[in-house]
């Protein structure tokens, strides 16, 4: 069980030190010649000693809670163990020190493991070529629905293509790339048993489809196993189909997009193939296409004659999306990951992901409905929408006050008081039971209880409307609003 450690620590600007380093201040003047348009006129630094630097951010780093701490069950975000064998690798000074402008007979050992992982990436994904530009899931998405643009644009029929189709159950970013990418978003309903519903698919889907977008095992956990019918149906009608790949938990080594159908493919290589993610990065969303795609893919891809080149700019290419290679750093500890683990220690994450999931299903639909399909894949939904039961917001505050992190809650959207839980394979039995114990407990106590907690961490009850309607992001505008509680110590 996890206890946060509290600390009333203030900003690191706001501790008051022991001058130790010699700074020029405010008044003083740079002996150095800086250009005037890049001097600043203040500069904040503050002057603690060291000793005060390492003790706030080892207190800040107390108050949080990581995959290196515990059990962390959120599901859609795949929150495995990451080896750290990857981070010794991605600081090994070849790597960490390299720079992209370096003549690319300076750096083939680099490049060798961008194409070593374009080529894993291919075998996990079924598909013929790979970019790994993209920084993230989204901006594989965004890429991805860039290529179907384009693609169509090329055959004339984007005037007429227009709509990508999303299922009701599909990660937010689904439906927010589609309209950035500027197509119209339909979205189809599921059935009862949590898959797509095929008849109003078949609605849905006719020559204005440009893509159908979709993530399986969907988000409920839940493989559908119509795929193959709603794939032929798709490509029938002329559309490309768009695989969401971000969690391949559930399906590594045991198939692959392009068994089910797809032509494009995002990874999250930061939720599948480790690299510790959250709060904003660092990500990496590679994205597969099948062969009549490969021309249209970002610039430059990289080629093998017996030396490694990165300078193949595809000819119907759609530009770059993000500054040189990608986010080297992740890739790097993707490579590592997959190099360690093998196909053997894959298929082992797969099946011990999904035979962790549906432990943890049977036991929590004691007492909490979980809705659909019984059998799941690496994660699945419970509801916390009977008679009396509290709200998933209200369970989720009561986990955390009690030292046992909480699943993602109120999504999918299309279960009320969703709790969504993903183990991965990164959990022991003990782990798991005692979250399960703690949602079983959380089903008895009595309403005012919720009222309060949580009572024993750093941020009590907060008003969540509140946040998200007037969001303050930063100290900066809480001070101007005069919100920021200064602590000096
Ligand atoms: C996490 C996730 C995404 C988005 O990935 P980011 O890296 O957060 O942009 C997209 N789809 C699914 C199913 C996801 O779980």
């Known amino acids: ?36 348009v890049m001097a600043r006129e203040k500069l904040e630094i503050g002057d603690r000693e060291e000793f005060s630097v390492i003790r706030h951010y080892v ?8 995959v290196d701490t515990g059990f962390y069950p959120l599901g859609s975000c795949t929150m495995k163990y ?32 961008l194409y070593e992982l374009t080529g894993f990436l291919k075998k996990i994904t079924g598909m013929d070529e790979i970019t790994l530009q993209p920084l993230a899931g989204a901006e594989g998405e965004f890429t991805g629905l ?22 009701d159950s599909a990660h937010g970013s689904n439906p927010a790339s589609s ?35 979709i993530t399986n095992p969907n988000t409920l956990g839940i493989f559908e196993d119509k795929i193959l019918e709603m794939a032929n149906y798709a490509h029938s009608k002329g559309a490309l189909l768009y695989y969401d790949g971000a969690n391949l938990n559930g399906i590594m080594t045991k198939t692959t997009p392009a068994k089910m159908g797809f032509d494009i493919v995002h990874l999250n290589l930061h939720k599948t193939f480790s690299t510790p993610h959250g709060g904003g990065g660092p990500g990496s969303g590679p994205v597969g296409v099948v062969e009549k795609l490969k021309d249209f893919l970002p610039y430059p891809l990289l080629t093998y004659d017996g030396k490694y080149h990165i300078d193949y700019v595809p000819p119907k290419t759609i530009g770059k999306v993000a500054s040189f290679y990608g986010n080297f750093g992740v890739l ?24 962790n999931s549906n432990y943890m299903r049977k036991k929590i639909q004691e007492f909490m409905p979980v809705p659909g399909k019984t059998i799941k894949k690496h994660e699945f939904v419970a509801s916390s929408n009977g008679p009396n039961m509290p709200k998933a917001g209200d369970i989720a505050k009561h986990l955390i006050d009690n030292g046992v992190h909480a699943p993602t809650i109120y999504f999918p959207l299309i279960v009320p008081e969703a709790l969504m839980i993903e183990p991965t394979e990164s959990a022991t039995k003990a782990e798991m039971d005692l979250f399960i114990e703690k949602v079983r407990e959380a089903l008895k106590i009595p309403h005012e209880i919720f009222e ?33 509680k200064q602590q000096v110590i």
């Not at 030190?17 to 005037?36: Q, W």
């Open 59 to 66: 207190k800040l780093s107390e108050m949080n809670f990581g």
């Open 332 to 355: 790097v500890r993707a490579w590592t990951y997959i190099k360690m683990m093998g196909e053997e220690g894959l298929r082992d994450a797969c099946e011990s992901a999904v035979t």
């Open 179 to 213: 309209h950035m990418a500027g197509f119209d978003v339909v979205q189809i309903p599921s059935t009862e048993d949590g898959t797509v519903d095929l008849e109003k698919f078949k609605e849905a889907v006719t020559e204005k489809t440009a893509a159908f977008m």
């Open 146 to 167: 860039s290529i179907v643009r384009a693609y169509f644009e090329c055959k004339k029929e984007l005037n007429v293509r227009r709509e990508v189709v999303v299922p």
């Open 82 to 113: 990451n080896p750290k064998i990857n981070d010794e690798i991605a600081n090994l000074e070849g790597f960490r020190m390299i720079h992209p402008l370096q003549d690319s007979n300076d750096v083939q050992g680099a490049l060798k493991l």
């Open 452 to 484: 309060k907690e949580p009572v024993n961490l750093k941020v009590t009850k907060i008003d969540d409307v509140d946040a998200s309607k007037n969001p303050r992001p930063t100290v900066r505008m809480m001070k101007k609003l005069g919100e920021f």
């Open 1 to 36: 069980m996890y206890h946060q450690a509290v600390f009333d620590e203030p900003l690191i600007l706001d501790i008051k030190g022991r001058r130790t380093l010699k700074i020029p201040h405010e008044g003083e003047k740079f002996s150095a010649e800086i250009p005037g």
